[in-house]
């Protein structure tokens, strides 16, 4: 597998409508969102927060969604699969692959049904539903040939046990691509986690790739590329 260490986009990643960032931010919807401690927290933070998300999100550059749909792009082959955008919020994911048509079948699922509802006006997603990803989700073995989950392997949202979730939703050989707050990369040892469940024949290591996830306030991170095998 590769690790990559970069703060750089791509060039085609750097052909998509980038998120901009601004020197003086009011981030306290952020730090809330990193200091909850439990799933209904999770949904009481982004019930209130989803009227003004998507601004706020422009407003802190959050790099994070344009840096994992380049990965799913560069590894995921199967274009005319099932595609399951986990922690999908108001849809920046889904906003982002609609400029590739060979993404036919991208569905979304989220623990808020404000930010589910956000995403639904939208009409990005072929389906939309509530899903906590603490638990299992009412999802069957390997109904999908890639997920990607943006956001929500960070401080105060899911652990690393989660990986497993969505390689279970995974058909053998899709793929899985999460991006993960540096914070808790390094405080959970994500790396060695990720290297067992290798070990195990549960996945391959595609990539592991350090980038900017959000340029103000600034935070890295990691983006990680699975194969399910």
């Known amino acids: 597998f590769f690790f990559v260490l970069s703060t750089t986009m791509s060039v085609s990643a750097q052909r ?27 949904v009481h ?21 344009l840096h994992s749909v380049e990965a799913l792009r560069m590894h995921f082959c199967n274009l005319n699969g099932r595609v399951l955008d986990v922690g999908c919020g108001t849809g920046l994911v889904g906003e982002l692959l609609k400029h590739y048509p060979a993404f036919t079948h ?18 990005l997603y072929s389906d939309l539903f509530r899903a ?12 999908y040939n890639a997920i990607i989950c943006v956001g929500t392997f960070t401080l105060g949202h899911v652990g690393r046990d989660a990986l497993c979730e969505l390689l279970r939703c995974t058909a053998v050989g899709g793929i899985v691509v999460v991006s993960v707050n540096a914070g808790v990369w390094f405080d959970e040892e994500y790396e060695g986690y990720l290297k067992t469940l290798q070990d195990a024949d ?21 983006i990680v590329t699975l194969r399910r095998a």
């Open 16 to 42: 998509l409508p980038l998120l901009h960032g601004s020197c003086d931010v009011d981030d306290s919807q952020l730090q809330a969102a990193f200091g909850t401690q439990a799933p209904e927290d999770n």
């Open 45 to 65: 933070h982004y019930r209130q927060w989803s009227a003004t998300y998507d601004q706020d999100v422009a407003d802190y550059g959050y790099l994070s969604p």
């Open 106 to 123: 991208v569905e979304g699922a989220d623990i808020c049904k404000e930010m589910l509802a956000k995403a639904a006006s939208k009409k």
């Open 132 to 143: 906590d990803l603490t638990k299992r989700i009412g999802v069957e073995d390997g109904a």
């Open 202 to 222: 549960v996945c391959t290591i595609l990539e592991m790739k350090k980038v900017t996830l959000i340029r103000q306030p600034y935070n890295e991170g990691f």
